[in-house]
């Protein structure tokens, strides 16, 4: 009789030690699938936004060839004199070449930052963050950066004395240049890191 308590009393231990590991590999699976399922919603929008980027790459990067394209060829030679240096290229850069002022590129992270800090991102695959990361890093360390250096030196154009004026928009000339040249790279490595990310059965991309 006691022999078969004690053999009942191992089998229902071994029965709930079964039940309990099983649990535990029933919810860590459930963990797992749940980790995906948002990973896979986080990196939906970090692609939208990307797309997002490049469609306002791909708007003003024509406005920023031709100011530049105009700025390379300004005539420095038709300034009066001087005194009149700074009125005159002013009018000039804002009433006959850039027309639509610096032309906006405002590039956004916050799709990134947000699942980074939410640590969303845990289930994704390694070698895709570190695509998307270095995607993120070219965009708003480049153009985005060389836009708001424009803004800043425009914003300090008043100060300038004559001398300096035109000096400083030969300057602009440069940045403009280098700013056209940024987006072009930038557009063709968001193409490619899109193509990488999305694969051959990925969600369609949005112009």
Known sequence: MEKGWVGRAVFESGLIVIGVVLGFIVNEWREGRAAAAE???????????????????????????????????????TLA??????????????GDIATEGVGDLILQDE?????????????ADF?????????????????????????DQIDEQASFTPAETVPALKRMTLKYQNLVAQEKYVLEEIDRALAEVQGPTGRQSHE
């Open 127 to 151: 070698s895709t963050l570190t695509r998307i990361a270095s995607l993120y890093e070219l965009t708003l360390s480049g153009p985005n950066a060389s836009w708001r250096a424009i803004i």
């Open 39 to 77: 990973a896979a919603r986080s990196l939906d929008r970090i692609v939208a936004e990307i797309e997002l980027n490049r469609s306002r790459i791909k708007r003003i990067l024509p406005y920023h060839q031709r100011v530049a394209a105009e700025l390379a060829d300004f005539d420095y030679s």
């Open 111 to 123: 799709a990134w930052r947000t699942a980074l800090e939410q640590d969303a991102l845990a289930a």
């Open 81 to 94: 004199n001087e005194e009149g240096v700074q009125t005159i290229l002013v009018e000039a850069l804002f």
